[in-house]
């Protein structure tokens, strides 16, 4: 996890607390869609929009202290339409652990000017 650079990095506040102390699953997703979203808009070279979630999974929970760090990686691109894979990783007890909260799989698909869809490699 070293070699790579994460796209967002984020510290969740005690205002995205659910009622088992842990972080909102919604807040995360959110955290890993604005990450997937800037990767898509600089492979699309333009603006992108989010219109599926393949496969999301959450592995253990983030809590009030940790320090996220959200990476996000085009792994295939079609006609107008990317998948984003992106993995979030918690920093505990003040950077001395490291733990895989969630993964996800997101596929953005590249806008035009009208907001339709148009080729990822047309800018």
Same mark, same amino acid.
């Given at each position: 996890?070293?070699?790579?650079?994460?796209?967002?990095?984020?510290?969740?506040?005690?205002?995205?607390?659910?009622?088992?102390?842990?972080?909102?699953?919604?807040?995360?997703?959110?955290?890993?869609?604005?990450?997937?979203?800037?990767? &898509?808009? $600089?492979?699309?070279?333009?603006?992108?929009?989010? *219109?599926?979630?393949?496969?999301?999974? /959450?592995? %253990?929970?983030? =809590?009030?202290?940790?320090?996220?760090?959200?990476?996000?990686?085009?792994?295939?691109?079609?006609?107008?339409?990317?998948?984003?894979?992106?993995?979030?990783? &918690?920093? $505990?007890?003040?950077?001395?652990?490291?733990?895989? *909260?969630?993964?996800?799989?997101?596929? /953005?698909? %590249?806008?035009? =000017?009208?907001?339709?869809?148009?080729?990822?490699?047309?800018?």
């Amino acid at each position: 996890m070293t070699d790579r650079i994460p796209i967002l990095r984020v510290t969740p506040g005690p205002g995205d607390i659910n009622a088992n102390g842990h972080i909102f699953g919604g807040w995360v997703l959110a955290q890993m869609d604005i990450a997937a979203g800037i990767v &898509a808009s $600089r492979r699309a070279n333009g603006s992108v929009a989010t *219109v599926a979630i393949e496969r999301m999974e /959450f592995i %253990a929970p983030i =809590e009030l202290r940790d320090l996220i760090s959200v990476y996000a990686q085009v792994e295939r691109v079609g006609r107008t339409s990317m998948a984003i894979r992106i993995e979030v990783i &918690a920093e $505990r007890d003040r950077g001395q652990t490291q733990i895989k *909260v969630t993964e996800g799989l997101f596929t /953005f698909v %590249a806008l035009d =000017e009208a907001h339709h869809p148009r080729p990822v490699d047309a800018a």
